[in-house]
């Protein structure tokens, strides 16, 4: 579904933070991705997303490579990956229903379209009682769920989270954990990247090791 060639970033004229990558993502996988601070996690998750285009190698996304698609056509393609940025980024102003339902909004549909869908998501993060709130009276775990019904609005192939559990109790972490299982079990990819030894230890799952720029795999 994805596949990494040879690819390296580096940003402006600084050294190269990734280096040499090489892998693929499958459909319907699961992986963390891990390594210390600073080891570009979250720039690899840019990568993923489309929103940061490599220095140099080739990335393709469900089959197309990155550097012969026209700009254009990047929203589209963007849509196909669901992503839970690691500061959530709710807008304060809004309730928890019109922040899953926003990029809906945006697109111009019409609300009956999708009234149902944003409830049905909410009830399956486990936010059916906080459907009206606004996130400044969520609880961390619950922003988090919040995060991961929007990115999950237009159903996309795969799903990446940048520390979902960075902000959240160990019990919180297990629930949502659970979520993410869920959801790869019902077809979608995940990559969630993460320190949380702990978490990553209570699944068999690939780990994709980042360390000095460098990525190993362990299946
Ligand atoms: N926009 C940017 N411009 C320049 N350097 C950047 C930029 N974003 C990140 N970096 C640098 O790239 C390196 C990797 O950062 P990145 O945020 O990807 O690491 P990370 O593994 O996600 O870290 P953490 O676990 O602390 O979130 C760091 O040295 C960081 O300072």
């Known amino acids: 579904m994805i596949h990494f060639e040879n690819v390296g970033l580096r940003y402006g004229m600084g050294p190269e933070i990734l280096r040499d990558m090489t892998f693929d993502i499958p459909k319907r996988s699961f992986q963390f991705l891990t390594g210390p601070s600073g080891a570009g996690k979250t720039t690899l998750l840019r990568l993923l997303f489309m929103s940061l285009n490599p220095t140099r190698g080739i990335i393709r996304m469900f089959g197309r490579d990155l550097s012969q698609i026209p700009r254009d056509e990047f929203p589209m393609l963007r849509r196909r990956v669901g992503i839970v940025f690691q500061d959530f980024r709710l807008l304060d102003h809004l309730t ?7 990029p809906l909004r945006v697109r111009g549909k019409d609300e009956a379209s999708y009234r149902n869908d944003v409830i049905d998501l909410l009830k399956w993060v486990g ?14 775990g619950e922003k988090q769920r919040a995060a991961i019904a929007r990115a999950l609005m237009d159903r996309p192939e795969i799903l990446l989270a940048d520390e979902p559990t960075g902000n959240v109790d160990p ?4 629930r949502l954990l659970s979520l993410f299982l869920e959801l790869n079990r ?8 993460t320190h949380d030894l ?3 230890d209570q699944v068999d799952a690939r780990r994709m090791i980042l360390t000095d720029g460098r ?5």
């Not at 928890?96 to 926003?102: D, G, K, R």
């Not at 990525?215 to 299946?219: F, K």
């Open 96 to 102: 928890t229903y019109e922040n899953v339902a926003l």
């Open 127 to 140: 936010l059916g009682e906080r459907i009206n709130v606004l996130p400044a009276i969520l609880s961390g």
């Open 171 to 174: 019990p919180m972490a297990r």
């Open 186 to 193: 019902l077809g979608t990819a995940v990559v969630i990247a």
């Open 198 to 200: 702990a978490l990553m």
């Open 215 to 219: 990525l190993d795999i362990y299946e």
